[in-house]
């Protein structure tokens, strides 16, 4: 299963990765990153097809994960992408808007990694 990763914090990619060593090196999850929305529609456009689910950062400058999850819903909608938002705020409004432009589930920060791979499990 591939996952695509969206923040613009630069360690996200190595946390990811020493998080889920066991899982890449026996080839049951493999992962992209991308540090904005437009980089993340950008790796889309060409990858879309090996995507299985897409964590995508809320707060982000430029595009915000929200606008990103907006764009993606409209754009690949047979079949839709698994998108989960992470934020550091836990609010009502983003979790509101994020669940009606389509989010699939809603992680806030610091990821509990125990956590999001039993969701992984169970989602996928």
């Known amino acids: 299963m591939k996952i695509l990763v969206v923040d613009d914090e630069a360690d996200v990619q190595l946390l990811f990765e020493q998080r889920f060593r066991r899982e890449i090196r026996e080839g049951e999850l493999a992962f992209a990153f991308s540090h904005s929305g437009e980089e993340a529609l950008g790796y889309l456009k060409d990858h879309?097809?090996?995507?299985?689910?897409?964590?995508?950062?809320?707060?982000?400058?430029?595009?915000?994960?929200?606008?990103?999850?907006?764009?993606?819903?409209?754009?690949?909608?047979?079949?839709?992408?698994?998108?989960?938002?992470?934020?550091a705020y836990g609010d009502d409004e983003s979790h509101t808007q994020a669940m009606n432009y389509g989010a699939d589930d809603f992680l806030t920060k610091p990821l509990d990694f125990a956590r999001l791979k039993q969701k992984l499990k169970s989602t996928l």
């Open 48 to 87: 879309f097809s090996e995507i299985v689910l897409i964590l995508s950062d809320i707060n982000m400058p430029g595009m915000s994960g929200l606008e990103l999850l907006r764009r993606i819903k409209s754009t690949y909608r047979n079949p839709p992408p698994l998108v989960m938002m992470i934020t």
